[in-house]
């Protein structure tokens, strides 16, 4: 349990004057999230401000001074890079993730042959953009594992990706529509690696799109940081432990996060 978070909090000063509780959060994390923070508003009668994104951007924002308390990233890399530069600490891994593919109905592509296809010279691979967005970074880990496999896949893989979402100039889907179950309408790719719980929602709004799930020798987990800016008031330190709380855990997991409570 996070014990240092409960004495951090309770270092917080109760009678601080109040602070508009800003929570900055990794893009897959936004329809757990809002239901998360909507159960916290609710019980603690205090307004969150959510903004959504992919991590790596968030943070260069926070660098840059934006108004985050909280911020929940898809990695450990980027919260960790907070804390050294003593924005705020510590960091609590909260949530868990696993790499899936999504692939269009007319792809013949199982687990088994989910390699082979993606190395077809006729399939678009879709990926998200690295360093901006963690999800291309694991993306780039899978093709690591594929070279283990097949001599020559980093190169080929890493060649052919279509970096399509996550990055500071990629197209955002229509108000309303899931990213990812948008750019599989829009044809942009045939097969496209992200994150199970994104796929799951994009396979929601695009119900023909197959779920692929990755195979054991190339599976690829994303581990998902926690960090609470040092200067933030109470609520804040709240919210991060409502985050962490058997709620906020068991909201995460109706998502298909694995988190610390799943059995």
């Known amino acids: 349990r996070p014990l240092y978070l409960i004495t951090a909090l309770s270092l917080c000063s109760f009678a601080a004057v109040a602070q508009p509780v800003e929570l900055y959060a990794a893009g897959s ?57 003593d924005w705020g600490g510590p960091v609590v891994l909260f949530a868990r993730n696993q790499l899936c593919a999504l692939a269009q109905p007319e792809v013949n592509v ?32 899978l093709f690591e594992l594929a070279e283990q496999l097949i001599p020559g896949s980093y190169q080929k893989l890493s060649d052919k990706a279509l970096q399509l979402t996550g990055g500071p100039t990629s197209p955002k889907a229509p108000k309303g529509l899931n990213q990812y179950g948008w750019v599989m309408s829009e044809k942009q790719a045939d097969v496209f690696l992200t994150y199970c719980t994104n796929a799951v929602l994009a396979q929601k709004q695009v ?44 909201i995460l997991q109706s998502y298909g996060f694995v988190t610390n409570t799943t059995k």
């Open 29 to 85: 994390l936004k329809a757990a999230l809002n239901d998360v923070t909507h159960a916290y508003e609710q019980q603690y009668k205090v307004t969150v401000s959510n903004k959504f994104g992919p991590s790596g951007l968030l943070r260069k924002e926070i660098e840059a001074g934006a108004n985050a308390t909280v911020f929940a990233s898809a990695n450990m890399k980027h919260p960790q890079a907070l804390q050294q530069a």
């Open 110 to 141: 199982s687990s088994a042959t989910l390699l082979d296809v993606m190395l077809d010279q006729n399939t678009k691979l879709g990926t998200s953009t690295p360093k901006a967005d963690p999800s291309g970074d694991y993306a780039w880990k």
């Open 207 to 250: 119900p023909e799109l197959n779920i692929i799930q990755i195979p054991a020798a190339l599976a690829v987990g994303a581990n998902y940081g926690l960090i609470v800016d040092k200067d933030a008031t109470t609520p804040s330190w709240q919210l991060a432990m409502y985050i962490l709380s058997p709620k906020g855990q068991q």
